[in-house]
């Protein structure tokens, strides 16, 4: 059962290296690193159709059967998707350490990848920040690690490769946790993976064919740039600018809204990008204030996402060839908070902010929140942040067993960071100890709750067919 004796922030880190240390050994006679393996629904577990329709309720209705299509294509499109279930489940159906960081929420594979930092550098870190919360370390873990084994089933590896998959990347976060409590704290803080450093030390482990995939991944990846963003997404009429239409997916305001209310949602979204500036550095606010917003669209994003608010804004510079595309995206409260306690931050906007400033070694330039008041006279909060910046997104379906192990130790050891600069990483380490023992309880867990996921994911397929929710394709 979750542990909530703390705040948010993250528990107390007060005495010696040694005396921290004995605190994470002394969490193993609560819960021992073998019980990690646990996982048995509870008897009252809701039903997972439920859950969603919940989180549904808030959320734009006409997008929800995009949503509910994209998460009936796959148990691993589901599980993309079904991030509420999963915290439910972890909250009720296995043990807490009481060892807390500041939890990603989220850690799925797919949400570890390539980005350039302020200074464009290329890195690898985790990306997506909306569930952000404090809460047991080993959530984002289990939920890293189950995602592998869902994505390894989906391409047919067998049992053991499976497991070794998992185990490798979560041998990589004990390990790394440890080094990480060897360090002086500012080195932990300056610690980062940059992504030539990472093809350079996996050269070695890769064939031939992968290495020259990553190393095209790489460099597509510097080509995903505002430049590249608006060829695709804009074109120019009568020497303006203007967003694509491309509905459902992209979908600029005069395309579903009637002139009156399109005025006033083009004025809120104008007063959003000037108000929000103000949580932006003083030299950003003046770098921001150097473009003028030209056009804007409402966006279909990610699986899980489908349905809250989100915009495209269009920005230029000097002229038609200096862009900057703005995505102002509406932040609900975490999926954490039921079990893990609420956040201290007011706006769920800022609470995205602070946890992905927290957990990212570099983060987006533009990167703030606002609260804004919609046409139906409730307040709704968002973070803003660039929309294309050099991202590259990992392809699961592509990655043969040794190739996932090696990209999951990666994603173990930026896990392992993340949490290192927010909880007790002298406590943490010392839980897990030198052995393998928490790396098989979870590649066990992580088997027992893709079964679930498969489980669920059929579920949602009968509600779809029962007509009880309705599913679309986009």
């Known amino acids: 059962m979750t542990d909530t004796t703390f705040p948010e922030g993250t528990p107390p880190r007060e005495g010696t290296p040694r005396e921290r240390a004995e605190r994470g050994r002394a969490a193993r006679t ?39 299509g994209r998460m009936l294509e796959s148990p691993f499109r589901f599980y993309r998707g079904a991030a509420s279930v ?55 873990v289990k939920r890293l690690a189950t995602s592998l084994v869902i994505a390894g089933r989906g391409n047919g590896f067998r049992d053991v490769e499976r497991s070794r998959v998992v185990r490798a990347t979560v041998a990589a976060y004990r390990t790394s946790m440890q080094s990480f409590a060897a360090m002086r704290t500012l080195d932990v803080w300056y610690a980062r993976i940059e992504a030539q450093e990472l093809l ?64 006033h949602l083009e004025e809120q979204l104008r007063e959003l990008i000037a108000r929000y500036a103000r949580t932006l550095p003083a030299d950003r606010q003046t770098l921001l204030a150097q473009y003028r917003v030209v056009d804007m669209a409402r966006k279909v994003v990610g699986v899980g996402s489908v349905g809250t608010r989100c915009w495209i804004v269009l920005l230029l510079g000097r002229d038609n060839g200096d862009p900057l595309l703005l ?55 968002f973070y803003v942040r660039q929309l294309r910046d050099w991202k590259a997104i990992p392809q699961a379906e592509l990655m043969a067993p040794d190739v996932m192990a090696l990209f999951g130790r990666t994603c173990g050891a930026t896990l392992a960071r993340a949490h290192a600069r927010s909880g007790d990483r002298i406590a943490i380490a010392a839980y897990l100890g030198r052995s393998d023992t928490f790396d098989k309880a979870v590649a066990r867990f992580a088997e027992s709750y893709a079964d679930q996921n498969e489980r669920d994911h059929r579920t949602l397929a009968d509600a779809i067919r029962a007509g009880r929710v309705s599913a679309a394709s986009a």
């Open 200 to 263: 350079a030390t996996l050269s070695e482990r890769l064939d031939p064919r992968t290495r020259r995939r990553m190393s095209r991944a790489l460099d597509k990846a510097r080509t995903r740039d505002h430049l590249q963003a608006l060829s695709k997404l804009a074109y120019t009429v009568d020497e303006e600018l203007r967003l694509s239409p491309d509905p459902p997916l992209i979908t600029p305001l005069d395309e579903f809204l009637p002139d009156v209310e399109r005025k």
């Open 327 to 381: 995505q102002a995206k509406e932040a609900q409260r975490s999926v954490l908070e039921p079990a893990a306690g609420p956040s201290l931050h007011d706006n769920q906007g800022e609470r995205v902010v602070a946890g992905q400033r927290l957990m990212q070694a570099a983060g987006d330039m533009f990167l703030g929140w606002e609260r804004v008041e919609g046409f139906d006279g409730r307040q709704r909060d």
């Open 86 to 140: 999963m915290a439910a489940d972890l909250a009720a159906a296995t043990p807490a350490t009481g060892l807390r960081a500041q939890l990603c929420g989220d850690a799925h594979m797919l949400n570890f990848r390539l980005l350039a930092s302020p200074e464009r550098r290329l890195m690898f870190d985790i990306n997506d920040f909306d569930e952000t919360l404090p809460g047991p370390w080993e959530w984002d």
């Open 30 to 68: 609560r819960v021992r690193r073998s019980a990690h393996a646990e996982f048995t629904p509870s008897a009252n577990r809701p039903d997972p159709v439920d859950v969603l329709e919940r989180q549904s309720a808030s959320r734009l209705s006409e997008l929800i059967p995009i949503r509910y």
